[in-house]
């Protein structure tokens, strides 16, 4: 079963809006972190914003929010502001179990952003 | 070093040769990933080492597939008698692996290793 599930493989969004990034999730777990990270097309892998499951506020970071909807099982990237920069692949990813030894992520298939000037 | 350092950052081979990528972690992480991520596609999970946990195989696709941790650092990932459905490229991460405070356990990638089976 898919664990973590990205809806749209394409998005576009004029520069200086704000924008939605989808991502849904699947566990039993009552412990579990949720990530996103960012995929120029240099290839690298930048950590965007975390939320643990017993969050209660969302989390944020800078231009990027986390819309964390525990009981719908979805956690969705808010960017505001989108620049130019900001086109890239990202990718939801769910850490399960582990407690606080940590544990495997698991990403989803991904969101191409595209930023219009 | 400061990062997660892999290499060969390419490797071409042909069809049927064994193959080895290695990955050496952040200095004091725990915790060493191994992910495959094939041409516009996400990032599929192969083996994580926890601390001298016996490894997480459950990614692995095939019994060709192998890695060794040494000494909880260093990585290895072998690729026996590569086909042409190998041909991604393999990222490997590392993270502190204890999850505590402010420690979101956040996973630090490398450049990866794009390997290319003729």
């Known amino acids: 079963a898919q664990k973590i599930t990205q809806t749209q493989p394409g998005m576009f969004v004029q520069e200086k809006e704000a924008v939605t990034l989808d991502c849904t999730y699947d566990?039993?777990?009552?412990?579990?972190?949720l990530f996103w990270y960012k995929q120029p097309s240099s290839g690298e892998m930048i950590f965007l914003i975390y939320?643990?499951?017993?969050?209660?506020q969302n989390a944020t970071e800078g231009r990027y929010s986390l819309n964390f909807q525990k009981a719908r099982k979805s956690a969705n990237l808010v960017i505001s502001a989108s620049q130019l920069g900001d086109s890239a692949m990202y990718f939801c990813a769910m850490r399960e179990g582990g407690g606080n030894q940590g544990g495997k992520l698991i990403f989803g298939q991904g969101t191409e952003l595209s930023v219009k000037p | 070093g400061a990062g997660v350092s892999q290499s060969p950052s390419n490797k071409v081979t042909e069809k049927g040769k064994d193959v080895e990528l290695r990955c050496d972690p952040i200095?004091?992480?725990?915790?060493l990933y191994w992910y495959r991520q094939s041409l516009g596609q996400g990032l599929e999970f192969l083996i994580y080492f926890q601390g001298n946990s016996a490894p997480d195989k459950s990614g692995l696709p095939s019994d060709r597939f192998s890695a060794e941790r040494t000494g909880g650092s260093v990585s290895t990932l072998t690729i026996q008698r590569t086909q042409q459905e190998d041909s991604a490229v393999y990222l490997c991460a590392s993270s502190l692996g204890r999850v505590a405070g402010l420690n979101t356990g956040e996973l630090f990638f490398g450049e990866g290793s794009r390997l290319t089976v003729l």
């Open positions: 566990t039993s777990d009552q412990s579990y972190g």
């Open positions: 200095s004091g992480h725990t915790a």
């Open positions: 939320q643990g499951s017993y969050d209660e």
